[in-house]
């Protein structure tokens, strides 16, 4: 059973950055593509940006341009670096497998709050 520990979310200004880490336990991290993902409240979770196991990516567009997932398959490690981050980024972010793979339970997440 794959564990996913999210971190490094926070409050922060608009216009600032975080970075958020995702470390998963398990060997067979490396071979599926992975994605991080967001739930505000009272919405419904929603993806951010993917990575395949080869480093592709593609973001959602509310965050292209702002947002740059990476991973370190030796670390076992997803990255979702944040930029000139909005106060309607402000939501608990999650990383798990990329949409279309069946997904392993879901961590606690990180909380990342954007506000002057």
């Known amino acids: 059973q794959v564990q996913l520990v999210e971190s490094g979310g926070g409050l922060v200004q608009p216009g600032g950055s975080l970075r958020l880490s995702c470390a998963a336990s398990g060997s067979i991290f490396s071979i599926f593509p992975m994605g991080w993902y967001r739930q505000a409240p009272g919405k419904q979770r929603e993806w951010v940006a993917v990575?395949?196991?080869?480093?592709?990516?593609n973001y959602a567009d509310s965050v292209k341009g702002r947002f740059t997932i990476s991973r370190d398959n030796a670390k076992n490690t997803v990255y979702l670096q944040m930029n000139s981050l909005r106060p309607e980024d402000t939501a608990v972010y999650y990383c798990?497998?990329?949409?279309?793979?069946?997904?392993?339970?879901w961590g606690q997440g990180t909380q990342v709050t954007v506000s002057s």
């Open positions: 798990n497998k990329s949409p279309g793979y069946s997904p392993h339970t």
């Open positions: 990575i395949t196991s080869g480093g592709r990516t």
